[in-house]
């Protein structure tokens, strides 16, 4: 079928994984000859690419998936494709159809590669769910437009089961690419001039486990610092139960590994902790933290907070407000926990009314508010190396970037710097951002 002046449009809910697998569903309708439209209503192919962590993300998708109704109406050639983690979930795919009968596709997390078949052969078949998942997404093709950052993933699925997450059931076990798969293409991005490659993985510390050949993370690491050039390395998410002397030895071997680990710690109590089956205990975070922290001179912590999941007490929580005082997170993600269909979590009881979750919210994040606010009042008068990433569109001749650590800087700048490092000088701070002065350009 011929898809010239055909147009896709894709969106994206979720995490990094997510944001870069949008990037290969870019790639398959690139393939097809579609291209790509800025504004959803003007596409002939729109792609939800979905998340399920928590009810809100399933809401909002729903939400957004039921105001094209319309719009379907009055365009019958249309197309509406779902896919993700929302759809891998049993039996949703058809549950969706009950209320959205115009979505034309359903893939799940291990049938994206079908899209580019499926979708010039539309047929009653609407849902394409695979249970397997052997493969890796390996030959898919990246359309990327996130110069000069890009992301690169070395592991899929994961094997930990936490008690509250959906993750394992819809992206399977451990998967990990080979490091000379993984190298080859961060050496090809660094050639064709990106500046920033964050690996990605559920818990890329697991990296390698299933390859039974003693690759592992911190090899992982090692081997990418032999490519020449100047670039920044960074990954994501670690658990804290695998993060290994090691590694850190490898982050503190070479300058272009960001310092700067992203450590979910989920809560700060010994009982919620075991309730969540996160295999580390209070004192062992709070250890490695310290750790991390002496060996890797100016890293930035950031972490992932639940609250109110199942049980968690006042005492409870109380210890979750106090390990976060004494990490002093850079910045922490704070979540209230949401009850998911198929985990564990779900048929507990002592399930923790709505009001006291939002307290507990409300709580945490003005504590975390606090310290990020004290944090930043601390880099004031300090040289950071930045990446220019963006203009900031609300100010003028003003650009963004961040730090190695990762905090996000604003600044002043006559001519078009972006994709360059430059030295910027912090002389403001607020909560969420800083602003600063260019001392230097590469
Ligand atoms: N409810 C709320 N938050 C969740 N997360 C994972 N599962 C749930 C859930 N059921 C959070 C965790 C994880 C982050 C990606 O999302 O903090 O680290
Ligand atoms: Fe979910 Fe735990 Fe796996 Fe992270 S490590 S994806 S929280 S099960």
Not at 140 to 151: C, D, G, H, L, V
Not at 350 to 373: A, C, G, M, S
Not at 385 to 411: A, M, Q
Request: glycine letters at 6%.
């Amino acid at each position: 079928m011929n898809n010239e002046n055909k147009k896709y449009h894709i969106l994206t809910y979720g995490c990094q994984m997510n944001v870069h697998e949008s990037e290969k569903i870019a790639g398959i309708l690139t393939k097809l000859g579609y291209e790509y439209e800025e504004v959803a209503e003007n596409a002939d192919v729109i792609v939800f690419n979905t998340c399920c962590i928590r009810e809100t993300a399933e809401q909002k998708i729903l939400g957004h998936v039921g105001t094209f109704k319309k719009l379907k109406k009055k365009k019958p050639w249309l197309k509406i494709v779902m896919c993700g983690c929302m759809t891998q979930q049993e039996g949703k795919g058809e549950e969706i159809l009950k209320n959205y009968p115009y979505v034309d596709l359903i893939l799940g997390t291990h049938n994206i590669a079908e899209l580019e078949s499926r979708l010039n052969n539309l047929s009653k078949q609407k849902v394409y769910v695979q249970k397997t998942d052997g493969y890796l997404n390996e030959e898919i093709p990246s359309t990327r437009t996130s110069m000069p950052n890009a992301w690169v993933n070395i592991i899929y699925g994961c094997n930990n089961f936490c008690t509250y997450c959906i993750v394992p059931y819809v992206r399977g076990r451990e998967r990990s690419r080979s490091i000379q798969s993984v190298y080859q293409e961060v050496e090809g991005l660094v050639r064709e001039g990106y500046k920033e490659i964050t690996l990605l993985g559920q818990n890329v510390n697991s990296y390698g486990n299933d390859l039974n050949d003693g690759t592992n993370f911190a090899k992982l690491l090692r081997e990418l610092t032999k490519i020449d050039g100047k670039f920044r390395l960074r990954f994501m998410t670690s658990h804290p139960k695998d993060f290994t002397d090691e590694v850190i030895d490898a982050i503190a071997s070479d300058k272009r590994i960001c310092k700067h680990v992203h450590l979910p710690v989920q809560a700060g109590s010994n009982n919620m902790l075991k309730a969540m089956n996160r295999k580390y205990t209070r004192e062992q975070y709070l250890e490695l933290v310290e750790k991390i922290k002496t060996r890797l001179p100016g890293v930035g912590i950031t972490t992932d907070i639940m609250v109110g999941f199942n049980g968690e007490t006042e005492e409870d929580f109380l210890q979750t407000l106090d390990l976060v005082e004494k990490c002093k997170f850079s910045s922490a993600f704070c979540f209230v926990y949401s009850r998911r269909k198929g985990t564990a979590g779900y048929n507990m009881t002592n399930i923790v009314p709505q009001d006291i979750k939002k307290d507990r919210i409300k709580r945490l994040i003005t504590l975390q508010n606090k310290i990020t606010r004290q944090l930043n009042s601390n880099y004031i008068g300090n040289v950071f190396e930045i990446l220019v990433e963006d203009v900031n569109p609300k100010f003028e001749n003003t650009y963004c970037g961040r730090t190695e650590c990762g905090r996000l800087v604003n600044f002043k700048s006559d001519t078009d710097i972006r994709n360059k490092f430059v030295k910027v000088k912090v002389n403001k701070g607020t909560t969420a951002t800083l602003w600063g002065e260019i001392t230097e350009v590469e």
